[in-house]
């Protein structure tokens, strides 16, 4: 079983700081893309920010300069320090990330259950 959870969401003040966690935890072998994700009331999810195993990174236009993803592969941990966030950055924010759990296993999708972030004005 591979579970995947986040933590350090909340409340903070558009142009605050708010850093989100991602634990990973469980039989994993190898860990390819991890990324965040966001969804907001009555929208789709959409990307928020990539990062491959090298540590190239991808972010969406929106977040570009404001949000950096990070990870730590020996604490499996995924990171999103949310620098000036502003209230359309507010929504549900999920961890995913492409997990191989053994050697000759398949590289699969896996997600957190989501942290609500609230930016107020």
């Known amino acids: 079983q591979v579970q995947l959870v986040e933590s350090g969401g909340g409340l903070v003040q558009a142009g605050g700081s708010l850093r989100l966690s991602c634990g990973f935890s469980?039989?994993?072998?190898?860990?390819?893309?991890m990324g965040w994700y966001r969804q907001a009331p009555g929208k789709q999810r959409e990307l928020v920010a990539q990062?491959?195993?090298?540590?190239?990174?991808n972010y969406a236009d929106s977040v570009k300069g404001r949000f950096t993803i990070s990870r730590d592969n020996a604490k499996k941990t995924l990171y999103l320090q949310m620098n000036s966030p502003k209230p359309e950055d507010s929504a549900v924010y999920y961890c995913n990330a492409e997990i191989r759990r053994y050697h000759f296993d398949a590289y699969r999708d896996y997600w957190g259950q989501g942290t609500q972030v609230t930016v107020s004005s």
């Open positions: 469980g039989s994993i072998f190898s860990i390819n893309t």
């Open positions: 990062i491959t195993s090298g540590g190239s990174t």
